[in-house]
């Protein structure tokens, strides 16, 4: 096989550092467990880069391998720290007033994303966060289209209540 694969995931690969970190943050909720991931995704992509095909995708080739390795950790039953959203919530500090209310406002959204379960966690981040179309969620995460669309409506209306200031407004009960 050609080499023309190894050289496009070697030059591409730092582009994409930081969106996979953002997967690995969605997937893990740990800033450090996050980092890990994508060490071992680079990792695993140089080792495999004979595997990438030119002309497709690199961050969807690469999503897909990290998510791969954290699932295999999962099966494996490593042992993962908790969610740590005070050091998500750091992460996403910045100096700046204006920065620092948009922070405020995107660590509240992460807050709750971080708390959906897993699959719709991660679906969020997919199409909201990284712009995938439905279709190229179903298929890294191997469920149909509908699936997808499901469980975006689940979390879009798990995380309507982000408006609402009332306890009411926050189990879904009305007047």
Known sequence: MPQSGDQDVRTGLAAHLVALWRFGLVLSGSGQAAEELVQATCLRALERSHQFIPGTRLDRWLFA?????WLNEIRANKVRNPVELDEAEAALSFDGERQFQTNI??????????????ALRETVFLVYGEGLSYAEAAEMLAVPIGTVMSRLASARLRLAHLNRDTPEGASGETS
């Open 65 to 69: 391998i990290e998510r791969s390795i």
């Open 105 to 118: 406002l995107a660590a509240q959204v992460l807050r709750h994303v971080q708390a959906l379960p897993a």
